[in-house]
């Protein structure tokens, strides 16, 4: 019986042995994997920022980042303290509870809010690449062809075509033949110049490039041929710009110029109400003769909550109409980023010079 007892134990021993060596398993291959996606997004952010053409240093960044919200967050708090012991003799338990909030909720909101602008301009800086590599890529191309007429091999073909006034490109190819010198394919390091960027004209030259390559036909004139080809999508894409520019002209007209005026006539109608209101009082039996009793008893709305509205509602309307602005004539709504601080300064501008002009005629009137 002793013997059968000891037997179950240590049966039950090695039990729970093998269930904690299968947790602990489990728990170093969840911490791996969380290594490897974490080293996934380091590398993804990497290549991003390799794509803007800076230099990754993604640590610094991070401080940075950091670095800046703490920044924020003592001046904000510095001045929360000030401003309401002055004003309110707010309380320590209240200036406590107030700093937790702080440096949690806004801290990580400021994190956040870095990190998109952040993303933003890199994403503007790619697609500002892209256009410039799209807007030089036929005479580049030109260039080659005429340098393999010439008996150059493609390679060297591409390596003598840089220019300095092509700027981005030429940076690409000083690349590529920097990696071909060392032993890399060509063809692979086209389709990764191509893959670095989101460019629909640039992906299919470098195919046909390589196809070019690979059939072993004249590449010269095929080199020709894809930079005709490019040169006559964008003069296709010109006219189709100029096709829609009554769309452009009737959203821009109705955001920046119509949008503002019918805000201020809207604010003016609401202090001449309030103005009537003052003047005859909170009743008033003008029209009793017919038997209407009129009364005044203040607006719904009032001049500054109006104000408000209107302010935010311009800003909305020329933010978006500004990126449909973009869509219709260039196709993407990155071209319409530069567009945005235009029009809302000029339907804000607009706004208050016609509220400022109709307030000065509404003073003259009931003088």
């Not at 013997?3 to 093998?18: A, C, E, P």
């Not at 001045?79 to 801290?107: A, D, K, R």
């Not at 041929?225 to 096709?243: G, H, V, Y």
């Amino acid at each position: 019986m002793f013997s059968i007892k000891n037997l179950f134990k240590k049966k039950n021993n090695l039990k729970q042995q093998d269930t904690r060596i299968d947790f602990y398993k489990k728990q170093e291959q969840k911490s791996k994997q969380k290594q490897i996606k974490a080293q996934d997004r380091k590398q993804r952010l990497k290549q991003y920022i390799e794509r803007a053409g800076f230099e990754p240093n993604t640590k610094k960044l991070y401080r940075i980042f950091f670095n800046i919200a703490i920044a924020v967050n003592l001046a904000v708090s510095a001045f929360l303290i000030y401003y309401f012991s002055v004003n309110y003799g707010i309380t320590w338990e209240t200036v406590i509870l107030s700093m937790i909030v702080l440096w949690v909720l806004i801290f990580l909101l400021l994190i956040l809010a870095l990190w998109l602008i952040f993303y933003v301009a890199v994403d503007l800086r790619i697609f500002k690449r892209k256009v410039d590599i799209e807007e030089v890529l036929p005479d580049f191309l030109q260039l080659t062809a005429s340098n393999i007429n010439a008996g150059m091999t493609i390679d060297r073909a591409l390596w003598f075509a840089v220019r300095p006034r092509f700027g981005v490109l030429a940076k690409e190819i000083e690349n590529i033949a920097k990696e071909t010198i060392s032993g890399a394919d060509l063809k692979a390091a086209l389709e990764k110049f191509a893959s670095r960027y989101d460019s629909v004209i640039l992906k299919r030259a470098v195919s046909m490039i390589n196809e070019g390559i690979e059939a072993g036909g004249e590449v010269g004139e095929l080199l020709n041929r894809i930079a005709l080809d490019i040169q006559q999508q964008k003069t296709m894409l010109r006219e189709m710009s100029a096709n829609v520019t009554t769309y452009v002209i009737f959203i821009s007209f109705a955001s920046i110029v119509a949008a503002p005026f019918l805000f201020s006539m809207s604010g003016v109608l609401i202090d001449v109400v309030q103005n009537l209101g003052n003047a005859l009082g909170p009743s008033s039996s003008a029209a009793s003769g017919i038997g209407i009793p009129l009364t005044f008893s203040g607006t719904g709305v009032s001049s500054s909550d109006f104000r408000i509205f209107a302010i935010v509602s311009l800003s909305l309307t020329s933010f978006f109409s500004a990126l449909m602005i973009a869509t219709i004539k260039k196709g993407n709504i990155q071209s319409g980023i530069k567009y945005i601080p235009i029009f809302i300064i000029v339907s804000l501008t607009l706004y208050f010079v016609t509220q400022s002009l109709a307030g000065n005629a509404l003073n003259l009137f009931f003088k």
